[in-house]
């Protein structure tokens, strides 16, 4: 695991996005687990120690809000929310519920890959 940058979660219902999401990350280094749901996402986070999670907000079952509500108090990791809600009031409600940051859908490669330098530089222990 010292090969890589960090280890990522990445949960969303839409597998393209999952898997390219995925690609894009190994390729610039990051170890990607992925989950399809919130509820996956949440075993997973019970037994993996990751570094970092993208989450999306509107997935069948729990939210990715409703993720972050249940997990967020637990858990030390940063959250990323990567969703097609891009309205101000919704940004705003998912950073006020605990992301640590947002980014809509369509989004832009290198700037999600950006936004994961600088949270992880900020958060990992020196």
Do not use: C, W
Not at 11 to 24: A, C, E, F, H
């Amino acid at each position: 695991m010292d090969n890589f940058n960090a280890h990522i979660l990445v949960v969303d219902d839409d597998d393209g996005i999952r898997s390219l999401v995925k690609k894009y990350l190994n390729e610039n280094n990051y170890l990607v687990t992925t989950s399809k749901n919130a509820e996956d996402a949440s075993e997973k986070i019970k037994i993996i120690k990751f570094d970092l999670i993208i989450l999306d907000i509107m997935m069948p079952g729990k939210s990715g809000l409703e993720f972050i509500q249940e997990n967020k108090k637990k858990l030390d990791t940063p959250i990323i929310l990567l969703t097609a809600k891009g309205e101000a009031v919704e940004r705003i409600e998912g950073l006020e519920i605990g992301a640590d940051d947002y980014l809509p859908k369509p989004f832009e490669p290198k700037e999600l890959i950006l936004r994961i330098q600088n949270i992880i530089n900020k958060t990992k222990k020196k």
